[in-house]
């Protein structure tokens, strides 16, 4: 168990000094933290991965696990556990062989290590398969017995997970989780969890690491997510469908839209030249009739009746938005509307990053 | 599996075509193979039907078991040699990159000549007078002459079948390699594995398929070698390189004697078919 420290850590593939696969970044991952690190396919988060476990030396920067560097230790000198996206499993091994392969490898002998394998075998309640052949188990179990390796080291300092649901039933993929948030309290492991898929980011961590082009744009818990992004990525990336980003001016110290001042609950000032816009959730947009403060005209151009939800497809001048109605709040018709934008509920961004 | 699934035996349709070429092409020639084994053929429209006599005159034939003898050696020799050769060649070829692509070319060259070239290449290679081989060897003061020497005979056509067919198992163990995801190295690595144990337990295991193949090909290949040898050394000196193929072709061609040829080629048959079904079991999954 360890805090892991990166700093200016920063990774090119190639040599060319503008593809950097993951920009240098100073970051801090806590002791017995749950993290989850949240982007598309190609963001970096897989690099940043490999960059902790070893498996990848970063192009610059240090990595050092409780302040002690580690950067130029090989992957089985870090004490890090990693499960993969496609369960790893030694086919010709049985159950009990594979767990024991790390601890054989580090010159265990069989009777040291029994119990230790038994041990783990019963957290991931394997105790039962462990004399079987590990290629003849589905695919959820072999992703057990990947983390099984990682755990049966007495000196792990953290577990890493690359997309480990990937390849899991749907409905095993609910109880692998479960598992994996109970080993987390049982052995008060730090856990970095990459996945790109936002439902199992928000559910699994209590901090979510977003990712964008080789960059950490925001990390928070789910609620700051979805209520403040601090990036236009994330309040897209986030939510469904994602926050609407409606262009505005900036005209006698507000925002308008359209002629109409709008309030935020951003304070600051732009800065001046920026491509400002205003960003709401579609959960927050209420249609109205009349105008009013911080109503904004728009067309309604497409409603679809999603039974407890109504969308609304929504004109603003040049930028287009969803609004997302609850069912009962009154259908509204095609045509011309007024947009009402709850103040606590927007906030102002300059180019892609929020004005505090 | 489930009980109640539909039988359309209108499927049967399908499978014609294929039924009727491999029928053109194996079991009509085989069943005239069969039908000479038991007769002896006089002259047009003149047999006799003998029976099981060719095949017991055959079986008893000295000749015979010294050329199955020499070809069980040989094979054995050459699987020995070429699988183990073949995964380390498979082995130290490089990933990726123009050099990946100029080893594999290089690598599949010998696979690109014919093989009564590839004899011709090694007869002159291993003479004594001008061959590059043989010169060297003679001029180094070993006493090297594949024409009368049979332990050299015997070296020669070994090194001409290595050479020619190590390549076929490196490739496919190469290709085997590849296929390896990546995830698994690096799980060894953070497993600690031993660069042994990365082979014994993620490349060889993965490797099994092809192996299974690559081995078959080569025992049935090298039980029917024929074109090498009998460029290289025409079988002698003697009868020291005299294989079972070529044991046939004396037989049928050479003397004519068409009833125990066709014998003897039915039971090669079985013997490499007895073989391969031995060796895939072997190496057949065990699960």
Not at chain 2, 31 to 44: A, K
Not at chain 2, 172 to 195: K, W
Not at chain 2, 253 to 269: I, K
Request: proline share 6%.
């Amino acid at each position: 168990m360890a805090r892991i420290d990166l700093e200016d850590v920063g990774h090119r593939y190639t040599g060319a000094t503008d593809a950097w696969a993951l920009r240098p970044m100073t970051t801090t991952w806590t002791d017995g933290g749950e993290y989850a690190l949240l982007g598309p396919s190609g963001c970096g988060k897989t690099t940043l991965l490999n960059i902790i476990s070893g498996l990848i030396a970063p192009t610059r920067g240090k990595v050092s696990f409780d302040g002690r560097d580690v950067t130029a230790l090989a992957p089985e000198a870090r004490n890090i556990a990693q499960v993969f996206q496609f369960p790893v499993v030694y086919d010709t091994m049985t159950v009990f062989d594979n767990l024991a392969f790390p601890l054989r490898n580090r010159g265990w002998s069989n009777a040291q290590l029994r119990q230790r394998v038994e041990e783990v075998a019963d957290i991931l309640e394997l105790r039962a398969d462990l004399g079987r052949r590990a290629r003849a188990l589905s695919a959820d179990q072999k992703q057990k017995i990947s983390l099984g390796r990682g755990l049966v080291r007495p000196d792990v300092a953290a577990v890493l997970f690359d997309e480990p649901l990937t390849v899991i039933d749907p409905h095993l993929k609910w109880l692998l989780r479960r598992k994996l948030k109970q080993i987390h309290q049982q052995l008060k492991l730090s856990l970095l969890y990459v996945t790109h898929d936002q439902t199992e980011a928000l559910t699994f961590a209590d901090q979510v690491v977003v990712m964008s082009q080789g960059e950490i744009v925001q990390v928070g818990t789910p609620e700051q997510l979805f209520e403040t992004p601090a990036h236009r990525f994330v309040g897209h990336f986030i939510g469904s469908p994602g926050m609407n980003f409606l262009a505005c001016e900036w005209t006698g110290g507000a925002a308008t839209i359209a002629s109409v001042r709008v309030e935020t609950s951003s304070t600051q000032v732009p800065p001046a030249d920026a491509r400002l816009a205003i960003g709401v959730r579609p959960e927050y947009l209420e249609l109205a009739a009349t105008p009013g403060p911080n109503r904004v005209p728009v067309r309604i151009a497409a409603i679809q009746d999603q039974g407890i939800h109504t969308m609304v497809r929504l004109e603003v001048g040049a930028s287009s938005a969803w609004a997302k109605l609850r069912a009962g709040s009154g259908t509204p018709a095609p045509g011309s509307a007024f947009a009402c934008l709850p103040p606590r509920r927007c906030a102002l961004y300059a180019g892609d990053r929020r004005v505090p | 599996m489930s009980s109640a699934k539909p039988v359309n035996q209108r499927a049967w349709w399908f499978v014609l075509p294929v039924l009727i070429s491999v029928a053109f092409s194996a079991l009509i020639p085989l069943m005239t193979i069969v039908n000479y084994s038991v007769q002896d053929i006089l002259g047009p429209d003149q047999a006799v039907f003998v029976g099981m006599e060719w095949y017991q005159e055959i079986l008893r034939d000295p000749d015979l078991h010294g050329a199955l003898y020499r070809q069980l050696i040989f094979t054995t020799a050459a699987l020995v040699i070429e699988i183990p050769l073949g995964i380390a060649l498979a082995l130290a070829i490089p990933e990726r990159g123009w050099r990946a692509s100029l080893v594999l070319v290089l690598l599949a060259m010998p696979l690109l000549i014919p093989w009564n070239v590839v004899g011709t290449i090694w007869q002159i290679f291993a003479r004594g007078d001008i061959g590059l081989l043989g010169y060297v060897l003679t001029q180094l003061g070993i006493d090297y002459n594949y024409t009368q020497d049979p332990t050299d005979a015997w070296v020669t056509v070994l090194v001409m079948d290595v050479w020619h067919w190590t390549p076929l198992v490196a490739l496919l163990s190469y290709a085997a390699l590849r296929a390896i995801p990546e995830p698994f190295y690096q799980a060894a690595r953070i497993d600690g594995a031993s660069r042994w144990a990365v082979f014994r337990y993620i490349e060889l295991p993965k490797m099994r398929g092809v192996l299974t193949i690559a081995l078959l090909l080569r025992v049935m290949d090298s039980f029917m070698i024929y074109t090498e040898p009998f460029v290289l050394t025409g079988g002698g000196p003697g009868t020291a390189t005299t294989f079972l193929s070529q044991y046939l072709t004396q037989k049928a061609v050479g003397q004519f004697d068409l009833g125990p040829a066709a014998a003897f080629s039915l039971v090669y048959f079985l013997i490499i078919l007895l073989l391969c079904f031995v060796l895939y079991n072997f190496m057949k999954d065990p699960r």
